[in-house]
């Protein structure tokens, strides 16, 4: 059965909807989407431990190595293995490989998950197919094209709902003005500070991700519920990407303008993007770092970049993006490709490591999955790991958007404080709010 590429969004929320109640990952992307549930064997990744479950329970807890991706590439082959897709979540924190010292992070934080879920599903637009358990899988499948039929007649579009005050009062505008300071006293040359939005209701996340979906154009799309977190985001951007042949690529967005209805004005902002020094600035820094990065993990160093300050728009913001490449190593881990394009530099700065030290300095909260990553590891040795930007988050009690922009010595405090309001707006407005059942 052909599946129409605009509806697999539908059938994402569907399948987060219809197991609300279990643990889930849907995942969004151009060429083939995702949707795994339950946790049959997971990874969790802490600071002070790795724990291995299956099932849900705890199977062992084991030392650390001295690298997080040396775990990550260890246990993945030994303990998931490599026959199954393995969906991953990486957090910010995870930054520890950068900066090489693990004292630094208290106990029981946690950096990444990897699992295999019970049964997936996979849609691409020549239909459908499954793995895991062959009852479970046989069953979501049949839901699955059971709704398809049903959305010949449905007109899809997305809707305004519950009014988000991000313009709320809180400390950002003074943060970026420390952190411009900073940059003047030469202590870092770039730095990502956020601000975290309160959500003042439960939030429907399955309807909430199909409402901001059909709102916005993301590089990639994701919703889960899996090792006690809940998670929705809209992609701008890719980390990394490898693939079956070993090629290497990541695709830096640095560079924001709001996006307008009125064409010319639309176009006046655009051009202000390719002319203002801060932006280009801020941009060919950010191609410059991911050059470097990957020529440590390309044969004899060599890169490419494939495109050049071409501008993508992204929900309510345009952006300045490129695309590098590199030809990975013969014998290299995926994840030592992650490792060196981890935290990416638009979420993080320049140089990295100070630029971290800073963050964990100004930022008001840890920021956990925020600027992280997610995205899975296939059997045909395809690795992809998708920024976590334009998200929505529930962490224990706590329901909370999340964003930042890039700080710069040209940057202005209003300035930055208004690109956050642009970037979230891309997502506030279209969460639907949980009614009871």
């Given amino acids: 059965m052909k599946i ?11 399948l987060a909807d219809k197991y609300s109640n279990h643990s889930y990952f849907a995942y969004e992307s151009p060429q083939e989407s995702f949707f795994g549930l339950g946790n049959k064997k997971m990874i969790k990744l802490y600071s002070d431990r790795v724990e291995l ?90 839901e699955v094209e059971k709704e398809i039929i049903g959305l010949d007649d449905i007109d899809l579009k997305s809707e ?12 950002y505008k003074e943060r970026v003005e420390l952190a411009v300071a900073e940059i003047s006293d030469k202590k870092y040359d770039k730095v990502i500070l956020s601000r975290k939005i309160p959500v003042p209701f439960e939030v429907d996340f399955s309807k909430s991700y199909l409402n901001g979906r059909l709102a916005n154009n993301p590089a990639r799309s994701f919703v889960l519920d899996c090792a006690e977190i809940k998670a929705l985001g809209f992609s701008p951007e890719l980390v990394v990407k490898v693939e079956v042949d070993g090629k290497v690529i990541t695709e830096p967005l ?83 490709a992650l490792a060196s394009l981890f935290p990416s530099v638009t979420a993080s700065g320049l140089p990295k490591k100070d630029a971290i030290e800073a963050i964990n300095r100004l930022d008001d909260t840890p920021r956990g999955l925020y600027s992280g990553g997610i995205g899975y ?49 891309s997502i506030a407005p279209y969460l639907v709010k949980q009614q009871m059942k």
């Fill in 377 to 425: 590891f296939d059997p045909k040795g395809v690795f992809e790991i998708t920024l976590v930007l334009r998200s929505l988050f529930k962490v224990g009690k706590d329901t909370f958007l999340r964003v930042g922009a890039g700080i710069v010595s040209g940057s202005n405090s209003e300035r930055e404080y208004e690109e956050t309001c642009e970037k979230v707006s």
């Fill in 254 to 336: 640095a560079g924001t303008r709001a996006i307008k209805k009125n064409g010319k004005e639309n176009d006046k902002l655009k051009n202000e993007l390719y002319t203002d020094p801060k932006e280009v600035f801020e941009h060919a820094i950010s191609v410059k770092v991911s050059c470097d990065e990957i020529s440590r993990i390309s044969n004899d160093g060599e890169v490419n970049v494939t495109e050049f300050m071409v501008i993508k728009e992204r929900g309510t913001v345009q952006h300045m993006a490129s695309s590098v490449e590199g030809q990975m190593k013969k014998g290299a881990s995926v994840f030592s």
């Fill in 53 to 142: 479950l299956v099932d849900g329970n705890i199977f062992s807890i084991e030392k650390r190595f001295d690298k997080p991706s040396i775990e990550l590439d260890y246990y993945s082959k030994n303990f998931l293995g490599l026959n199954r897709r393995i969906f991953i979540g990486i957090a910010f924190e995870f930054c520890v490989e950068e900066l090489n010292v693990f004292e630094k992070l208290e106990k029981n934080v946690l950096l990444a998950i990897l699992f295999i879920p019970n049964a997936e599903v996979k849609l691409t637009k020549e239909g459908l197919s499954t793995v895991g358990d062959a009852d479970l899988a046989s069953k979501i499948k049949n």
């Fill in 4 to 14: 129409d590429s605009k509806k697999i969004p539908y059938m994402l929320s569907f």
């Fill in 160 to 171: 305004f709902h519950n009014h988000i005050d991000y313009r709320i009062d809180d400390s």
